[in-house]
Each structure stands twice: as C-alpha cells, then as structure tokens.
C-alpha cells in the first residue's frame, strides 16, 4: 500500500473510531465536549486529506496512473459470490482525492459550526443525551460518505451509499418528537429506495454481464463487450431482456438507467426529488453538510463513476432528467418563502446541472460544478443556519429583512455564495467566481452537443486515428489542463483550447499496447457509423441557458429579502444576532469558495477525466472517434465558448437587476405580480411544488397503505379463513360421525340392544310384584298352561316351541 | 471418525431437564440457563472442525469432495426389523452446522430472557415451562443434525410437543387457539412428510432389490461411503440422495406413487411439509397467531430456529433427494417465494399489533429463502442460507425489542406508543439497530442474504427464462419493507413521548446482554459475511448445487433416451 492509500483510509477509519468512541463515552463527554471531539476527529481526517491533495497535486501524471494500478493490486477478499470472489479496495485517482479532500475540508467547518449551533439548539429534547448523539450521527456519516469516496467496488459503493442513506434518515429526524421531523425522515429513506431499487438492478447487470463488481475492470469489461458484441451487446440478446422489449433500449443502456437510478435517488432528480425539500426539517448543519455539499453530490459522483458504462441511449435520458429537475426546481425556487427551502430548491436546481452536464458528456465541468457547489451552498447554509439562529428560529424571509446591520458576516459571505451560484464574472475575459466557470462549462457541452454536433471534418481526421498512432498509444488519452498547465492558466475556463496531445508516459503506452486489438476493433466499429448519434434536441441547450437566468434571480430575492431593505418584522429584527464560532467556518467557506477550487481542483479533474471516462469508450459507442475530447469535456472547442458568451454571459446581470428591482421595495411589487391573472394560478402551482408530492402521497402513499390493508383483510378473511373452515369441517365430520354415526349408529345398535334388554327387563319384572297370592296364582296359571300344553300333544308342543324359536 | 459429540449436544439439555424434574424448584433458572449455556459452549466446539473451511487448501478436508462428507458422524443400528434398519444416525456438514450453533445461540438468550418468568402474567408451573424449554432444545437439535429421516422425522415430532404446551400454556390470552392451529398446521405437514417418507423406504428398498437382482450380486455400493454395501431400502438420506441406483429408480417415469410420477410428488409432499414451516404464503397463518400469543422467548425460538427448520428440510431432503422436482417445480416455488415477499411485506404493513407486524415480516423474509432456493444455483443457494441464518438473528431480536415494551407497557398496540427513544435512550437505539438489520440495510446481516438471492435469481436467468423478473419483483419488496419497517419505527419510537410512558426504565443489564449478541451478529456478518459464515457453508452448498445440477443433467439424458427409444 502507497501511502496515500493509507492515509485515505486512515481518513476514513478515523471517523469510524470517533463513532465508536462516542457511542461508548460520548454521554460522559457531554455538552460541548463531544462536539469539539468530533471536529478533532474531522480535523484529523482533513489534515491526511489535505497531505494527500498536495501531494498528489505535485506529482506527474505517469506516477499517478502508477499509483492508481498499485491500488488495484492491494484489495481485500471480502466473500464469494456464486464462484466470483468480489475484493474491496481503494479507488486511488485524481477524483477520490480530490473528493475526499473536499468533503473532509467542509464536514470539519460544518462541524465547527455545530458545536456552535447545537449548543441552542439540542436542548429542545432532553438535553445532553441528543447533543453528544448528533454528533455520533455525524462521525457515521462523515465514515459513510468517506468510504463511499474511496470504494474501488460498486458493492461497497453501494454499502455505503445506504449508509449515507441512514445517517440522513437518522439526522432529518433528529428532532424526531416533531412529526414533520420524522415523517421527512421516513420519506427521504424511502425515497431513496426507490432509487435504489434501480441502483441494485443495475448492480446486478453489471456483475452478471460484465462478471465484476469492480469499478475499473467492469468498465475494461464493457468495452471488450462492445468491441466484440458479446454479453451486453451480443446481438439479439441486447433487445431481449424479459422476451420482450423493454421500450426499446438495449440493454447495456437499461444497466446504465438502473444505475443512475440510484443517482435519481439520492441526488434527488426529477421524480424522486421530492425528498429534499422536506429534509430541511433536520438542523441546518446537516443541511448544510449533507443535503447540499456531500451526500446529495454523491449520486453526481456515482454517475461519474459509472460513466465508462453509459451508453449514448444512457446518456440521453441523464441528461433529460437533469435537464426537467433544473428546470423544474429553479422555477418553484422563485417563489418559496422558506429561507431553508429556496435553498434546497436551489440545490436541486444545481445538481440538475450536474447530472445535466454528465449526460451532455460535460464530465469535467459537472464535476467541478460539484467541487464549487459544494463550497458555496455549504456556506450558505451555514449562513442560513446563522440567520435563523440569530432570529430565533424564524425561517420565513418574509419576516427578515434589514439584517445587514446585525449580521454582516453573514451577509457578505452569503452575498459571495449568491455572486458564486449566479455564475458571477466578467465575461470574455478570466475573473470570476464558482458556477462562471462550472456552469458556462455545463453549458458550453450542452451547445457542442445540440448545435455543433457532429462536429467538423477537421477533428474527424484527427481522431479517426490510423493504427501508427494507436500503436505510439498517442491517440487516447489527451490532457488539455495538466496541472503545470492547470496553474498558470487560472482564465481557461471560458477558453481552454486543445493543448497539444500528450503521450501519458510508459504504463499508458503499455497499456494501450495492451489494448490494441480491442482498439482497433472498436475503431472499426466506430467508423462504420451502425449507431449514428445524431445531436441532442435543441431544448436540452435552451432550458438550462434559461435558467440560467433565473438562478440569479432567485438567489438575489432571497439575499436581498433576508439582508437588505427594511427589516418587515421588527421583533424579528430587534433580537438578531451574530455569533462568532458560527462565522468563522462560514468565513473559511467562502475563502474555499474563490480560491481552493479553480487552481486545484479544476486541473486535477481534467486530470481525471481522461481515465475516468475512458474516453474510447464513450467515443466508439457514440460512433464519432474524433470526438473523445468534446464528449467528456476535456477541451471544448474555442468556438463553442465565444459563442456561448452573448447568450449567457451577462445571465448574472439580468437576473440580480430584476431581482433588485422587484424587491428593492419589500414584497408590495412581488405580490401584485403574483396575483396578476395568469400568472396567480402558475404562482399557486409552484407554491405547491406543482402538486407532485401531493400526487404522490394519494397514488403512492395512500395506494400502498389500501392495499396493504386489502391484503391484510384477505389473509384474514380468505386465507386463514380457508384454514378455519377446514378445521370447521373437519368438526362437522367428526360431529357427523361422532353424532350420527357413532351415537346413533354404532352406539345406537350397542345402546338399542341395551335398552331392549331392560325393557325386557322391565316387562319381566311386572309380574314379579312379591305378593304370595300373586305367585300362586301365576304358577297356578302356568301349571295349567304347562297342562294344556302337555294336553295339546307332544306335536304341538314341538310346533310352539319352534315358533318361539328355542 | 465417530464421535459422541453430537449426541452430547443435543443431549444435553434433556439431561438438564431431567436435573431440573429432580432438583428444587428453587435452582430451575439456573440449571436452565447453565444448560443452554454448556450447550452452545460445547457446539462451539464444532468450529475445531469449520474454522479451517475458509482455506481453499483445507477446503477439501472440512467440505470433502462431494455432497455428503460428514463430521462427528455417530451410526448405530436402532430398530431393525425385517429387511429394513432404522438407524441413529447423526452428522454435521456446512449445511447443519451454521444451523446448529444458531440453535444453541438462540435457545441460550431466549433461556436468559425467560428469566422474568416470575414477572409473567402466567407465571405457574415453572419447572413444567423449563423441562419443555429443554426438551424443545433437544427437539430442534436433533432436527438439524439426525441424517436418518426416520430419526429426523421423530425429532421432528418431538420438538412439536413442547412448543404446543409452551404456547397454550404460557401464552397469551387466545393461546389454547393459537397453539392447536400451530401444532396442526405442523402436525399436517408432517403427515406428508411421512407419505414420503414411507414411499422413500420402499422404492429404495426396491432399486437396490432391482439392482441386485440385475448385477447378481449380494449388495450395491454405497453413494458416498467406501466399501460400504447396501443391501435393502434405507432411510439414510444421504445415502437417498447419492445413491444412483435409488435416484435413477426415484426419477424413472415407470416409478408411481397413487397414480402420479413419483420424484415430483414426493418433493411436493415434502415440500408442502416444509413450506408450513418456513413459513410460506398461503400456509403462513399459524405463524402470526403463534407469535402474537406466544411469550416472548418462545416467539424468538419460533421465529429464531423453527422457521429455519422449513429451509433446512427444503436443502437437505427435497432438493439432494429429488432434483428433478426442484426443477419441475422450479417456477411454482419462485412464485410462492415472491409472493410470500411481497404480500407479508404488505401485510405486516397492515398490521396494528407489534408482534404481528414482526410475525408478517418473517414471512417476507423467508420468502427470499425459497426464491433464492427455486433457481438451485451456487448463489442462490449461499444467498437462502444466509437469509436463513441473518434471520435468525435479527427476527428474534426483533421479537425481543417487543417482549421489553411489553415487559412495561403490557400491550403491543402500535399507534398506542410514540417517542420511547426519549423515554429509553439506549433500548432506542438497539431498536433501531435491529430493525434495520430486518430491514435489509447493507453492512447488516439481512442485506447480503437478499442480495446474494437476487443475484442467483439474475443467473439463474439462463436456465429460467422467469428468473429475471421474479428477482425484479423480489426488489421491489425491498422498497416496501423500508416502509413498514420506517413507519413502525416512527409509530413506536420517535415522535412525542406520551405520558403514559414516560417513566419507563431504560434497558436493563439483562436485556442488554440478551441484545448486544444479536446485534453485534448482525453488524458482523453484514461487514464480513465470508469470514463468520460463507466459508463455514460454502463448501457443502457447492457440492450440493453440483450434485443436482449434474443430477438433473443425468435425468435429462435418460429421459432424453427414453424419448429417442419411443418411450
């Protein structure tokens, strides 16, 4: 084991260690104790991480991809499954370490924040023994997300994931002696298993026709597949799943949709994002921590991770859905009052973007997105968590107003998330902050593939590679931002050309040479054009671009409704305050916010991407091999971003001016808006987020709880019933035969001969009354009879005595 | 390699109830827990022999190369009679022995959770409740370790007895209803049981009498014992399942039993049997009424072992036996399977009484049992097996969790409670743990069972074209059991305290011990399933899956050159 991988898990392990520390103390640490424990814990695992990053940033691209295969080599057994042994390992590439560098970073600021935040608010129970619990949660989840990072198998990727799952049930119901509490835990987890249900299909596609678990080797697997139209893509196979046609995808892509099921889950898209909104019923660091920066952006990772297994089919409906979620969400942003809530709508909005880019091929920028995403949202969170703090847990912005004065901090870190989200620069030129360059990105893919595609005969003769080049191992893997590149050219964002095409040294050149047969059969796939992609529809460009104007738009309401003009309640207002342990880690936020993420994060994705997305598969399935570069977004073409800029680069000023214009006054203006014929009922619609959890809650909710009960009626009524009247006749049975049979029958006979007897008993003993003369007379009588007889004749006598039968 | 040990553990606690009959009244909790207690330490023993399965060079020794290597083998001629030896037969493979140490785990807690005995509503008659307790234990171990379906089938019988008198006496107050529908629900089973049983005797006895008749000789080789002959019928079910000339005679189409082709008969038999006892839908009713009625330790034997008795029987008797059936009836059992998954899930759904609700899902969950058993391959098979042993361990807890509420609540009425995380912290928090062990949560024991079925069901896809959906249909059980399970746990423990139970003492010491096994259990076989259980089972399931599987490709042949000669 190198020791990055030690120190990765070390990072992971540590927060573990915590967990088991305080469910075993953590009621003798107590209040605060436990909470700076936690943030010792975090700082630990931050420290490693941070070594890491540094490192790693240093190093050359050939030691890393060496790093990255000697990590394979390290795994352990973890169990047989059927006769495949499935190992674990460490996932050790550009992208876990920037990813665990980035969660450890925030979840130690966040726990900072809590130490503070929770010190007013877990008395709200029974005091001390939820205080120390809500940070035993987050030590779990802290372990959960980590080790999520790092897994080398979709298994443990998996195993994790519904770890993560339990600890955001565990905390959005932390106040769980309030209903709503605990009725938005229950639907997050649930929700999420819908997802996952997806998740496991696909999981187990993947292990039967690719035959691994592992993350690489699946990937290695797929290709070889496709190359050779086996497994996966055998033909005739790929339509035939069920023996029928699962509406028309083959089925490599019905894999890759069950995967991203499980992103739709816990990234909450379009329609299972109904969760999210409600998770804000947890305390706000955990809002912060993992319904904005970690955990939801684990389904974004996911997709990354399984990029190498979509197909273009895949890839489409990835960037549909989150293309509808962005969409969607930004709209019913505009109009929630709730200062938690416009951001979790913002939030989804967000990760629509990501999941948007990921399906437009954009890997680099939705993953970058993710990285500033993750800094400002986490921050603003925290800056929400201090505003309702400060305002005595008043959460409605129509309330606020006017707290620049009491909470500058707060304020002005707040407005840097707000210029961060809106995508804030100056166009043409480098300076910007956060979504200037994740977003324009996103968006620059969305227009290569809608408009510009397929591309022109120039790169087709650069990318169709002959076989000298796939021999040199030149042709596959081109970095445009290496990280000596990455660091003087802080302005790429917006013109990042293609750089020259860099061999990856030695182990890349083995390994293409390894590859070569496959290569050149998925070249010769790929060139004869049998799976056209034609571009993607125009709207899938259109609607982000719009949003792009409303994400300012709404950002600007909420910052200026909360901070700026009047203050619209005065109690409110009177009793506002800022704390300091709670700013600091907002202030480092947004310190993380402008620097750490372009001059490091960006050239080490770009870094990644090129293994990450194995950029020739994504170019033999799309058919177009010239194209490996835009597909993953490693180098969008010059053009794309100039003309990008006239269409959305002054997004930013458009929506703050109309933002400030509308609410510069307080709420008047926004309200008569809002009543305003045709518009009112589309307001009351987003209001009510479009009716869809209440659609939910009767189909699903009520349907499911019907027929449970239908069910439970029929084992009652009819199944056991069934039973019941088995044992019922067999009572009758036996009654018959004990009843009328046995007692009138057998027992009649026995009986009947009894009672004979004694009636003849009976008639016997009448005569036998004890008086003499009785007697006399009857032997005097019998005598004669016996005279008679002997008279009558012996023939007689012999007659009668036949007759009696004697 | 004979060895007495076997017979030491399941003899042991007959011993203890024996001590108990004699000794005074006052000693009985201690020789009963003392008992159950050397019980399981001597079945601990058993691990000499298992710890090394996980070696692939030792494989061999502890597995053997073929279905029917034994350990601690003990055969003694019991009743002979003419032509015919009914023998006491006892031996330990992969497949037992997981059971076995299940088994003493169990009885061992539920002895310690009886131990409020004097607290119970019933609460006459304690050396009566221990001797039975005992006898059960004898019963159940008997069951998992006797090879000789004769004695099997006595076991069998002997572990209804107590269980009958445990429910109807010490339970609750439907008890006398609830304890004769289990014991004739059982009682039917095993009255089908014995129409194989006695059909398994005589065809035996008539293939090796064919056999010998057509080879002239005095006796045929033994399927899986060296130089041992057999000479008339057996009831010795390893020999049923090895021997060739018994299966070939078991699966000839000439072989009837009242007018039907004997081998898929015979497993339906047996499987009908079995199937009360997993339990699976629509023979399940008497679980939820035994359960609701029972004492709470005696529902964590119910649901901890005497489920598992129904899935031993399936692995053990119906599949090695009669391969052919499992085949023939493959798609019915998945079906039963998915069926008893979802509809328990949706009825525990229904359910207002916490028992019942616990009860519901265990007929959910040993639905997986069968559907990973239905498509007979290696991963279904390990996947069954572990469901079987996960649930072992979460269900009893579960049905502990209740027994502590109701030890302070005295009833069981879901939507009646609300917030007892508050009013009980720790007893909270292994709630919760436990329920989500039942709920299937990775890295806790219940999810590598079910995944591992899905997973067979997805490669059983090539050899059963209904194998893919079933197992699509398995998954969506997965969403629901989140549901009930949340929705139970909300009703129960989170939410406001009431009142009323607001002065609950915390879980005691006792409660905890009883709980702390059974969770530390779950976690680990969830985080390591190869190292605390697969590599103990492993080796027998894959000698088992290629004894059938090779099985079934033999009668394929035969009947395929039956066909060819006009048959």
């Given at each position: 084991m190198s020791w990055y991988e030690q120190f990765l898990v070390a990072g992971t392990v540590v927060p573990l260690i915590g967990f088991a520390f305080l469910v075993f103390f953590g009621h003798r640490l107590g209040k605060p104790l436990s909470g700076w424990f936690t943030v010792l814990v975090m700082g630990t695992s931050c420290v490693l991480a941070t070594c890491v990053l540094f490192s790693w940033h240093g190093l050359s691209p050939a030691d890393r991809a060496e790093l990255t295969a000697a990590a394979v080599s390290n795994q352990f057994y973890w169990a047989d499954m059927g006769s495949v042994p499935i190992k674990i390992g460490v996932k050790l590439d550009s992208l876990t370490v920037i990813m665990f560098f980035m969660v450890t970073f925030i979840a130690t600021w966040i726990f900072v924040f809590s130490v503070g935040y929770m010190a007013g608010h877990s008395d709200e129970i029974d005091g001390q023994s939820k205080y120390h619990r809500f940070f035993t949660y987050l030590c779990m989840f802290a372990f959960s997300m980590l080790g999520l990072v790092i897994s080398s198998n979709l298994l443990f990727l998996f195993i994790f994931w519904e770890l993560v799952g339990l600890c955001s049930y565990l905390l959005i119901g932390f106040y769980f002696d309030k209903k709503f509490a605990s009725n938005a835990a229950m639907k997050a987890f649930i929700t999420n298993r819908v997802g996952d249900f997806g998740f496991l299909f696909g999981l187990m596609m993947v292990f039967f026709f690719l035959g691994t678990l592992d993350l690489d080797q699946a990937a290695a697997n797929f290709r070889q597949q496709y190359a050779s139209s086996t497994g996966l893509f055998a033909i005739g196979y790929s339509i035939d799943l069920f023996g029928w046609q699962v509406s028309g995808m083959t089925l490599a892509t019905l894999m890759g949709v069950g995967l991203f099921c499980g992103a739709m889950g816990k990234s909450a898209q379009f329609p299972l994002h109904v969760w999210l909104p409600d998770a804000m019923a947890g305390p706000t660091p955990v809002s912060a921590l993992i319904h904005a920066a970690t955990m939801v952006a684990a389904g974004v990772y996911l997709v990354a991770r399984i990029f190498r297994l979509l197909t273009p089919d895949a890839q489409m409906v990835v960037a549909v859905i989150g293309c509808i979620t962005l969409t969607m969400t930004a709209l019913i942003a505009i109009v929630q009052t709730d200062i938690?809530?416009?951001?979790?709508?913002?939030?989804?909005?967000?990760?629509?973007?990501?999941?948007?880019?990921?399906?437009?091929?954009?890997?680099?920028?939705?993953?970058?997105?993710?990285?500033?995403?993750?800094?400002?949202?986490?921050?603003?969170?925290?800056?929400?968590?201090?505003?309702?703090?400060?305002?005595?847990?008043?959460?409605?912005?129509?309330?606020?107003?006017?707290?620049?004065?009491?909470?500058?901090?707060?304020?002005?870190?707040?407005?840097?998330?707000?210029?961060?989200?809106?995508?804030?620069?100056?166009?043409?030129?480098?300076?910007?902050?956060?979504?200037?360059?994740?977003?324009?990105?996103?968006?620059?893919?969305?227009?290569?593939?809608?408009?510009?595609?397929?591309?022109?005969?120039?790169?087709?003769?650069?990318?169709?590679?002959?076989?000298?080049?796939?021999?040199?191992?030149?042709?596959?893997?081109?970095?445009?931002?290496?990280?000596?590149?990455?660091?003087?050219?802080?302005?790429?964002?917006?013109?990042?050309?293609?750089?020259?095409?860099?061999?990856?040294?030695?182990?890349?050149?083995?390994?293409?040479?390894?590859?070569?047969?496959?290569?050149?059969?998925?070249?010769?796939?790929?060139?004869?054009?049998?799976?056209?992609?034609?571009?993607?529809?125009?709207?899938?460009?259109?609607?982000?671009?719009?949003?792009?104007?409303?994400?300012?738009?709404?950002?600007?309401?909420?910052?200026?409704?909360?901070?700026?003009?009047?203050?619209?309640?005065?109690?409110?207002?009177?009793?506002?305050?800022?704390?300091?342990?709670?700013?600091?880690?907002?202030?480092?936020?947004?310190?993380?916010?402008?620097?750490?993420?372009?001059?490091?994060?960006?050239?080490?994705?770009?870094?990644?991407?090129?293994?990450?997305?194995?950029?020739?598969?994504?170019?033999?399935?799309?058919?177009?091999?010239?194209?490996?570069?835009?597909?993953?977004?490693?180098?969008?073409?010059?053009?794309?971003?100039?003309?990008?800029?006239?269409?959305?680069?002054?997004?930013?000023?458009?929506?703050?001016?109309?933002?400030?214009?509308?609410?510069?006054?307080?709420?008047?203006?926004?309200?008569?808006?809002?009543?305003?014929?045709?518009?009112?009922?589309?307001?009351?619609?987003?209001?009510?987020?479009?009716?869809?959890?209440?659609?939910?809650?009767?189909?699903?909710?009520?349907?499911?709880?019907?027929?449970?009960?239908?069910?439970?009626?029929?084992?009652?009524?009819?199944?056991?019933?069934?039973?019941?009247?088995?044992?019922?006749?067999?009572?009758?049975?036996?009654?018959?035969?004990?009843?009328?049979?046995?007692?009138?029958?057998?027992?009649?006979?026995?009986?009947?001969?009894?009672?004979?007897?004694?009636?003849?008993?009976?008639?016997?003993?009448?005569?036998?009354?004890?008086?003499?003369?009785?007697?006399?007379?009857?032997?005097?009588?019998?005598?004669?009879?016996?005279?008679?007889?002997?008279?009558?004749?012996?023939?007689?006598?012999?007659?009668?005595?036949?007759?009696?039968?004697? | 390699m004979e060895s007495s040990l076997l017979s030491w553990i399941v003899f042991l606690p007959s011993i203890g109830a024996v001590a108990i009959m004699l000794l005074p009244k006052a000693l009985t909790r201690v020789i009963a827990v003392g008992t159950t207690l050397t019980t399981l330490v001597v079945s601990l023993l058993l691990f000499r022999t298992f710890l090394a399965g996980g070696d692939p060079a030792q494989a061999e020794s502890v597995f053997g190369s073929g279905y029917g290597f034994l350990h601690y083998v003990q055969r003694i001629p019991w009743i002979t009679g003419e032509g015919f030896t009914i023998e006491y037969f006892l031996g330990v493979d992969g497949l037992s022995f997981p059971l076995l140490i299940l088994t003493t785990l169990v009885m061992f807690l539920s002895c310690v959770a009886s131990w409020n005995f004097s607290h119970w509503k019933v609460n006459k008659g304690r050396k009566a409740y221990f001797v039975l307790f005992l006898l059960l234990e004898t019963g159940m171990l008997g069951v998992f370790v006797a090879l000789d379906f004769f004695l099997f089938y006595i076991f069998w019988e002997i572990m209804l007895l107590p269980m009958y008198f445990l429910i109807g006496v010490w339970g609750g107050v439907r008890r006398e209803y609830a304890a004769i529908k289990f014991f004739l629900f059982t009682l039917a089973g095993s009255v089908l049981m014995l129409v194989a049983l006695l059909g398994m005797y005589f065809y035996s006895a008539d293939a090796v009498h064919q056999a010998m008749a057509s080879g002239g000789v005095e006796g045929i080789a033994s399927g899986y014992r060296p130089d041992v002959m057999i000479t008339g019928g057996t009831f010795d079910l390893i020999e049923l399942a090895t021997n060739q000339a018994i299966q070939d005679h078991f699966g000839a189409?000439?072989?009837?039993?009242?007018?039907?082709?004997?081998?898929?008969?015979?497993?339906?038999?047996?499987?009908?049997?079995?199937?009360?006892?997993?339990?699976?839908?629509?023979?399940?009713?008497?679980?939820?009424?035994?359960?609701?009625?029972?004492?709470?330790?005696?529902?964590?034997?119910?649901?901890?072992?005497?489920?598992?008795?129904?899935?031993?029987?399936?692995?053990?008797?119906?599949?090695?036996?009669?391969?052919?059936?499992?085949?023939?009836?493959?798609?019915?059992?998945?079906?039963?399977?998915?069926?008893?998954?979802?509809?328990?899930?949706?009825?525990?759904?229904?359910?207002?009484?916490?028992?019942?609700?616990?009860?519901?899902?265990?007929?959910?969950?040993?639905?997986?049992?069968?559907?990973?058993?239905?498509?007979?391959?290696?991963?279904?098979?390990?996947?069954?097996?572990?469901?079987?042993?996960?649930?072992?361990?979460?269900?009893?807890?579960?049905?502990?969790?209740?027994?502590?509420?109701?030890?302070r609540a005295h009833h069981r009425r879901i939507n009646d409670f609300g917030g007892l995380w508050l009013s009980m912290p720790k007893y909270g928090s292994w709630a919760t743990l436990g329920f989500f062990a039942s709920l299937g949560l990775p890295g806790l024991c219940g999810f590598i069972g079910e995944i591992y079925v899905l997973l067979g069901c997805f490669e059983g896809r090539s050899q059963f074209g209904w194998a893919v959906p079933m197992a699509v249909l398995a998954a969506t059980g997965v969403v629901l059991t989140a549901g009930y399970v949340l929705w139970l746990i909300q009703r129960v423990y989170l939410g406001k305290l009431r009142e009323e139970y607001a002065g609950f003492p915390d879980a005691g010491i006792r409660e905890v011990f009883i709980l702390a096994p059974f969770g530390v259990l779950a976690i680990v076989l969830g985080i390591l399933p190869k190292h605390t259980l697969f590599n103990f089972m492993n080796g027998t399931l894959d000698l088992m899956v290629d004894h059938i599987v090779s099985m079934n490709r033999h009668f394929d042949l035969m009947n395929q050159s039956y066909a060819m000669l006009g048959g």
């Open positions: 938690k809530k416009v951001l979790a709508y913002s939030t989804l909005s967000q990760l629509g973007y990501m999941i948007f880019g990921l399906g437009v091929g954009a890997w680099t920028a939705a993953l970058f997105h993710l990285m500033t995403h993750a800094f400002f949202k986490a921050m603003m969170f925290l800056g929400s968590g201090q505003v309702i703090e400060g305002c005595h847990h008043e959460q409605e912005i129509t309330k606020m107003g006017g707290l620049h004065k009491k909470m500058p901090v707060t304020c002005w870190t707040f407005f840097i998330g707000v210029l961060a989200i809106a995508g804030t620069g100056i166009p043409w030129t480098g300076p910007g902050i956060g979504g200037f360059y994740s977003k324009d990105e996103i968006l620059a893919a969305a227009l290569m593939r809608t408009d510009h595609w397929p591309p022109e005969a120039e790169h087709h003769a650069k990318a169709a590679p002959s076989d000298e080049e796939l021999e040199s191992g030149l042709s596959y893997r081109l970095a445009s931002d290496s990280p000596e590149h990455g660091a003087t050219d802080t302005s790429a964002g917006h013109d990042s050309q293609p750089k020259s095409e860099q061999a990856h040294g030695p182990s890349e050149l083995d390994h293409a040479a390894a590859h070569h047969v496959d290569q050149a059969a998925l070249v010769a796939r790929a060139t004869d054009s049998e799976h056209p992609t034609s571009p993607l529809p125009k709207w899938l460009f259109w609607f982000p671009i719009a949003i792009a104007y409303v994400t300012p738009f709404y950002m600007m309401r909420l910052w200026w409704l909360t901070f700026m003009g009047k203050p619209r309640d005065q109690h409110v207002y009177d009793h506002a305050h800022e704390s300091k342990l709670m700013y600091v880690p907002l202030v480092a936020l947004a310190v993380g916010t402008f620097f750490c993420s372009y001059w490091v994060f960006r050239p080490l994705l770009a870094d990644a991407a090129s293994a990450a997305t194995d950029a020739t598969m994504v170019v033999a399935i799309d058919g177009h091999a010239h194209d490996a570069d835009h597909a993953v977004g490693l180098m969008l073409h010059h053009d794309v971003h100039r003309d990008l800029v006239p269409i959305v680069g002054f997004a930013f000023l458009i929506g703050f001016g109309v933002a400030w214009a509308i609410y510069r006054n307080g709420l008047e203006l926004a309200t008569r808006i809002s009543s305003m014929p045709g518009i009112a009922f589309m307001h009351r619609a987003l209001r009510e987020r479009l009716y869809i959890d209440q659609v939910y809650d009767f189909v699903l909710v009520m349907g499911c709880r019907g027929f449970s009960r239908l069910c439970s009626v029929f084992d009652a009524w009819v199944v056991d019933m069934v039973a019941l009247l088995c044992a019922a006749l067999v009572r009758r049975i036996a009654a018959f035969s004990g009843w009328v049979l046995d007692a009138r029958g057998v027992d009649g006979v026995v009986n009947g001969v009894a009672s004979l007897t004694k009636y003849a008993g009976n008639a016997v003993r009448q005569p036998q009354t004890g008086r003499v003369r009785n007697y006399v007379l009857f032997a005097a009588g019998s005598a004669a009879v016996v005279l008679l007889l002997i008279l009558a004749g012996s023939g007689a006598w012999s007659a009668v005595v036949g007759w009696i039968g004697l | 189409a000439s072989t009837m039993l009242m007018g039907f082709r004997f081998a898929p008969f015979a497993f339906i038999l047996l499987f009908i049997g079995f199937a009360i006892k997993l339990p699976a839908v629509p023979f399940h009713t008497w679980l939820p009424d035994a359960h609701v009625e029972a004492p709470t330790p005696i529902s964590m034997i119910l649901a901890g072992v005497l489920l598992k008795m129904g899935g031993y029987g399936f692995l053990r008797i119906c599949y090695p036996i009669f391969p052919g059936g499992g085949h023939d009836w493959a798609f019915v059992i998945a079906v039963i399977g998915v069926i008893s998954i979802l509809y328990g899930a949706l009825c525990a759904m229904a359910q207002t009484d916490f028992k019942k609700l616990v009860a519901y899902s265990s007929v959910s969950h040993m639905g997986f049992v069968l559907l990973g058993i239905s498509v007979m391959n290696k991963t279904g098979f390990q996947g069954a097996m572990f469901q079987m042993i996960a649930h072992g361990i979460s269900s009893p807890m579960c049905f502990f969790l209740v027994g502590v509420i109701y030890d």
